[in-house]
């Protein structure tokens, strides 16, 4: 059809949202889950894709990763939202034992609501 498997974009996201939580812990990181995942536009084959990887909280092993996809066609500069979801990785240690991670500080507004949001999310889980 000429449009982006949802899967495969998914694979992407999380992909970009492990390197976001390893770079944060310093350590192996896993997924252990993924929220709902919407696709608000397809994307067509011949588009640049940016995937965008955000760390919202941490909490003691855990870390809430904010992950958005756009797309945008070569010839133009507007890019679309594609896809956007929290997904949640878990630090683990050399023995594959659930391990620490540092806190994460909010510094804007809009990083203090996404880290107030992280914790309700967390808690529904
Ligand atoms: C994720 C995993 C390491 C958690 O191990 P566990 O023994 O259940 O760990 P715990 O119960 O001690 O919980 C550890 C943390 O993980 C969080 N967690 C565990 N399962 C979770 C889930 N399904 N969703 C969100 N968070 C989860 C807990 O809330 C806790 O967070 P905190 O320490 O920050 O408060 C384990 O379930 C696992 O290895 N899963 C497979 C991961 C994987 O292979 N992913 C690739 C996809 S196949």
Same mark, same amino acid.
């Given at each position: 059809?000429?449009? #982006?498997? +949802?899967?495969? #974009?998914?694979?992407?996201?999380? %992909?970009?949202?492990? $390197?976001?939580?390893?770079? =944060?812990? +310093?350590? %192996? ?7 709902? $995942? ?7 084959? +011949?588009?640049? #894709?940016? %995937? ?27 890019? =679309? #939202? %594609? ?20 806190? $994460? ?7 203090? @609501? ?7 999310? @967390?808690?529904?889980?």
């Amino acid at each position: 059809m000429g449009i #982006l498997q +949802g899967g495969r #974009l998914v694979q992407w996201m999380d %992909i970009a949202a492990a $390197v976001c939580a390893q770079t =944060h812990a +310093g350590k %192996i990181c896993v997924t252990a889950s993924i929220d709902t $995942v919407s696709f608000k536009r397809p994307a067509y084959v +011949g588009e640049i #894709l940016t %995937i965008e990887a955000k760390i919202t909280r941490a909490f003691t092993t855990s870390m809430e990763i904010m992950v958005s996809a756009w797309s945008k066609s070569v010839s133009s500069t507007r890019k =679309h #939202l %594609i896809s956007e979801s929290y997904f949640t990785f878990v630090a683990i240690d050399e023995e594959g034992k659930v391990s620490p991670v540092n806190a $994460v500080k909010p510094i804007t507004p809009e990083d203090r @609501k996404h880290y107030d949001e992280a914790w309700k999310r @967390k808690k529904r889980k």
